[in-house]
């Protein structure tokens, strides 16, 4: 079945350093979507990439969409500590996979002052 | 508030109990998913429902459970003979298709989930 890995799993920072977690598909997607979910907390919709290529910013969040549509990054400028928490990338698979949305495996992201 | 609610937030069961888990979806959502998220990882699909249509259960893991949304709005999750690895948080996520900028969205709204505890 179709599978969505992210790297790192885990990710401890200084705060105002740099962040980026990267999401690969093991079949090509129509979409991908990024979540935030803080501890204790539930998934919250970020952003939604379509397009091969694409890149969207978010302030200090910038948003990637792979060339091929199976792989997808997440970068943050200047980390702070509002940022902690766990990133998941979500994909619709391009045929076959209907409304149903594959979140890859996270990254938790710590900050430290 | 507006948001997607669930009940009960937390539930304790043995295992062999049967239990009910309520999703309260966005009003006027068409389309409702049920994910079951185990410890530190990320959320799986479990089924999704158009309506009061059930499109696809593909994920769930036994017969043992079982989903309805009879009138298009609420859901229950219904988990039979509770088993202790059936013990993880239930997430329902309600949402509608967008259309924003020419890009067809259909962003997933998710409530706070019920965290199940099988002893």
């Known amino acids: 079945g179709q599978q969505v890995m992210q790297i790192p799993q885990y990710q401890h920072v200084q705060e105002g350093e740099d962040f980026t977690t990267y999401c690969n598909s093991s079949t090509t997607l129509s979409n991908i979507q990024w979540y935030k979910q803080r501890p204790g907390g539930h998934p919250v919709f970020l952003i939604q990439?379509?397009?091969?290529?694409e890149v969207k910013k978010q302030k200090r969040l910038t948003f990637q969409f792979g060339e091929a549509k199976k792989n997808s990054s997440l970068h943050i400028t200047a980390t702070q500590t509002t940022d902690v928490g766990t990133y998941f990338c979500?994909?619709?698979?391009?045929?076959?996979?209907?409304?149903?949305?594959?979140f890859g495996t996270g990254t938790q992201l710590k900050v430290e002052l | 508030g507006a948001g997607v609610s669930q009940s009960p937030r937390y539930k304790v069961a043995k295992r062999g109990q049967d239990v009910a888990l309520r999703c309260d979806p966005i009003?006027?959502?068409?389309?409702l998913f049920w994910y079951q998220q185990a410890l530190g990882q990320g959320p799986e699909f479990l089924t999704y429902f158009q309506n009061e249509a059930q499109l696809d259960k593909s994920g769930l893991p036994s017969d043992r459970f079982f989903a309805e949304r009879p009138e298009g709005s609420v859901s229950t999750l219904k988990i039979q003979r509770t088993q202790k690895e059936d013990s993880a948080v239930y997430l329902c996520a309600s949402s509608n298709i967008e259309g924003l900028a020419g890009v067809i969205q259909e962003t997933q709204y998710f409530g706070p989930g019920t965290r199940l505890l099988v002893l």
């Open positions: 009003s006027g959502h068409v389309s």
């Open positions: 990439l379509v397009k091969s290529g």
């Open positions: 979500a994909g619709h698979v391009l045929t076959g996979g209907g409304n149903k949305l594959t």
